[in-house]
Every structure is written in C-alpha cells, then in structure tokens.
C-alpha cells in the first residue's frame, strides 16, 4: 500500500501497529516509494535544485514539425539556456527578510533567581544557533519542512540540520507535530577494496534507541559497524541515557509543508524560457529574414514546415505564365518590447505568489512613509506571519532540550512557557516615526515591551540592565552634591 505522508497519517499509525507487518517491513516500504515515486520528495528534490540553479532550462531544446510524425530536435542554430534565478533571489529574500537579524529570545523573569536563569538561557542562543535558523528556514522554504536533531559536542548541547527530503517522519497527532518514530536516509562513500562505492545509510529513531542500517537493493541489513543500535547520550561514567521522545524536531514553512517552489516553478520556467527564446530571436539573423524563391519546387506541407523552421526558406512554384525565378524577402521584426511586458507581469506574478516583494516599488521611492513602507511588505508580512506561528511552536520543542541540559548543569529550572520567542523582522521602516511613536506611548506600555519594540535595541535584557546601571551611576554622582548650588560634598572635598 503506497502512503500519502500529507493525508494518511492514520493509515500510517495503524500500519504500525498492526500485527501483520514489522517496523522494518514498513520502513523498506515506505523507504522504496520515499525514494522512487514520491511526489512529495520529488517536489522537495527539486526546490533545493532550483534554488541551486539546476531549472529545467537546461534541458531547452530547438525541434522542427514532421508532420504526424514526432518532431525532431535540430542543431546549428542558436539555442540560449538562460537562467534567470528569481526563486533563489525570492528564497534569500524570505529568509533575510525573517532572520535576517537575530531573532529575539526573552524571558520574563521576576526575581533574582530568574535573571541568573535568563542570563543562562541567552549563553545557548549563540550565533552559530541564529546561522543554523537561517539554513533552517531557506530549507523549509525549498522542502516545506526541516528537522533539528539534538546531540552532544563534548559537554556541549548542539543541533544539527536535517534537510527535508532525507527524513520520513512518522507523526502521533493530525496536526503532524508529535513524532512516533523518524526514519534518516543519507548516502555515504565507502570503499570495497579500491573501489569507491556509494551507501545508503539508514538511521531509525525511536523514543528510546536509535537502529542503524544499511539499504541495499529495496531491503535494509543491520549496520554491524555501527553497532546495530545505541541509546542517544552516553556520559563520562559510560552510563547510557535517552532522551525520552523522539529528538528530532519539525520545522515547518506552513502548517500543510507546501513548499514555495510548488507556487511558481511554473513562473519560474516562463521567465527562463521566454528570455532564452528572445535571445534565440535576436541571434537568428537567418531567421529573422524568410526567403521566398521563385520557380524552385517543394510544395509538400511536411516539407515546407520543416524547412522553414530549420532553414527559414519557403519553396515555391513559379507562376503558370512561366515568370522567372528569383528570391524575395519577407523581413519579421522582433519587437522587444512585447517581451519587456510579459517579463515584468511575469515578474510581478512571482512576487504575488511567492508572498514577496519588489525593493524597487514606486511607492518608496515616492513617498517613503511608513504606511507606504507597510504596504510595499504586506505580502510578505502576510506570509511571515504564518512562518513564525510555526517557528515559535517548534522552537518551543528546542527550548525543552535546552531545559534539560540546563537542569544537568546547574543552571537553573527554565520554564519554557514563559519564554517568549519572536522574529526580528529585516524590515524597511521609517525609524524616525518608528521611535515617535514609541516615546508617545511611554506610559501606556511597560518599558519592556517598549525596548523590544525599538529599532535599535536588539536585546531587550541587556538593554534594562544598562539603563539601571546608568541611573544608578547618576544617583550616585547627585549624592555627591549637597542641595546647596556649588556646595561640594565629596569625600575629597570633605578632607
């Protein structure tokens, strides 16, 4: 039975439970239509090869008409295969767009012992962490849905990125975010004798193990090199731990993982095509002029077709007053501006579909306020919106690895509820409104939310924490002086 990872989690759940198949006769199932006929994969496969600049332009070939028979590719003459990536550059910019800068990590501590937990908690959002977001985000962008795994550098807590098209998950729920098993297929060269040869690796993760195998010819065989099987975490007494779930955590575009190339590979393909055709046109001299001869023979239609697209020359008779033969011209101009248009609207379409938007706007450079500035963004801030939805919801499963290892440690009881996780959005903005607004609203709104609000305040604690300081240097300093004008009461003058 072939399973649909979007709609037949049910089927899946009851799949593996049932008494008729083992876990290891699922995995090879799923493992063969995951590699072979998945459309799923297939469309995660191919974003990562668009944005890589691997479109289907290269395959452009220029094919002449024979009639009811198959049309025949013909060579010699100009066949442009230009690539114009605007799904890479709609990729970048989404994901600039969303974390570009650090996204913001905050904890709403209430006394001394949840500063000292705060303070710990920034020490794992590293910039290596904020890099590894950004990946994340281009993968999912590509893929619909990328995976973090949680493993040990040392006594180091790290993440490493699991791209979308090499995990099957297995989810629990209908909302697709509790995973009962994760299935990791990667390929690795190793070495029979001198030969090099490529492996298919298979990693199974259980809530209280991971298998090891290899895949060979539709099957899988214990990995007797790898050890067959191991817990998760190993500690410095050789004592072996598990994580207790799954530890491979979701990070998805949209809540049904439809990646962005599935909006506008079409788009996509239009831009590419129709530029590699103009310049085709513009380089065909021979095609750009259609010779008619005088008094030649060819008055078969299969004929004339194929040697007009191939050779730009219609055959004809000469008249039945017996005219003499010549050439005359028939001159097709092309006209530029026809593909300019189509260009531009395609342009905008992938803007509209992609959910991104066009720096050069009219409206910036116009009328530069925040409204039109918020306007220009809205397709995109649309888009974000969603996107950070998902990324909260997953970074709250990060947040609870992060939380364990901080008990290990030490470091203090963090309660991932009462983080707060947000994008720092990398948008255009009028800074000056921005902050008048904000100094306006001193009063209304506590004074956190008005420096995480600020533009330029990037951490919201260490902000607080410098602005007490300061007032505590300047209480300091008005103490030194006696309410009398020009009365010194410093320990230097008292002496």
């Given at each position: ?166 995990i099957i998950p297995y989810f629990a729920d209908e909302r697709r975010t509790v995973l009962e098993m994760a299935v990791y297929h ?310």
């Amino acid at each position: 039975m072939m399973i649909d990872y979007n709609i037949q989690d049910d089927l899946l759940r009851k799949a593996l439970s049932s008494a008729t198949m083992t876990d290891i006769q699922i995995i090879e199932r799923d493992l063969r239509e995951w590699l072979g006929t998945s459309r799923k994969r297939q469309l995660m496969v191919t974003g990562n090869e668009y944005y890589a600049d691997k479109q289907d332009i290269r395959l452009k070939t220029r094919l002449a008409p024979m009639g009811n028979e198959k049309p025949v590719e013909i060579t010699g003459i100009p066949n442009n295969k230009i690539l114009d990536n605007v799904y890479a550059e709609l990729v970048d910019l989404k994901t600039n767009y969303a974390f570009g800068k650090d996204f913001i990590v905050d904890y709403a501590d209430r006394n001394e012992t949840d500063a000292v937990i705060e303070e710990n908690l920034q020490k794992y959002i590293t910039p290596e962490m904020q890099l590894l977001m950004r990946d994340t985000c281009a993968d999912f962008l590509n893929g619909g849905i990328s995976y973090w795994f949680p493993y040990y550098e040392g006594t180091e807590l790290r993440f490493k990125l699991f791209r979308s098209y090499s995990i099957i998950p297995y989810f629990a729920d209908e909302r697709r975010t509790v995973l009962e098993m994760a299935v990791y297929h990667y390929q690795q060269i190793q070495y029979e004798g001198t030969q090099a040869v490529t492996v298919d690796k298979v990693e199974v993760y259980y809530p209280d193990r991971v298998d090891f195998y290899e895949y060979r010819n539709g099957a899988l065989t214990p990995d007797v090199e790898r050890g067959i099987t191991s817990s998760y975490l190993t500690a410095m007494d050789g004592e072996e731990y598990n994580w207790g779930v799954v530890p491979v955590i979701p990070f998805k575009y949209n809540s049904i993982e439809k990646p962005l190339i599935s909006k506008i590979k079409s788009l996509q393909d239009a831009i590419n095509r129709l530029q590699s055709d103009f310049m085709d046109n513009m380089q065909e001299d021979g095609r750009n002029t259609v010779l008619v001869l005088k008094n030649y023979g060819g008055t078969d239609f299969t004929e004339f077709r194929r040697n007009l697209a191939a050779y730009g020359v219609i055959k004809v008779n000469a008249d039945k007053d017996g005219g003499n033969g010549g050439v005359d011209t028939l001159k097709v101009d092309v006209n530029s501006e026809n593909y300019d248009t189509i260009l531009r609207l395609l342009k905008k379409a992938v803007i509209k579909n992609g959910r991104g938007f066009d720096a050069m706007d009219d409206r910036v450079g116009t009328s530069p306020n925040q409204l039109n500035i918020q306007s220009m963004y809205s397709y995109i801030d649309l888009d974000t919106d969603g996107l950070e939805r998902e990324f909260q919801l997953s970074f709250k499963n990060v947040l609870k690895y992060i939380a364990m290892d901080m008990r290990l440690k030490g470091l203090g009881e963090l309660d991932a509820e009462r983080v707060t996780v947000k994008l720092n959005r990398n948008m255009m903005f009028n800074m000056g409104e921005q902050i008048d607004n904000l100094v306006k609203s001193v009063g209304i709104i506590s004074r956190r939310t008005i420096l995480a609000n600020h533009p330029l305040v990037n951490d919201v604690q260490e902000e607080i924490e410098l602005l007490e300081q300061e007032l505590k240097e300047q209480t300091e300093n008005s103490e030194m002086f006696s309410p009398v004008l020009g009365e010194d009461r410093s320990e230097a003058a008292l002496d």
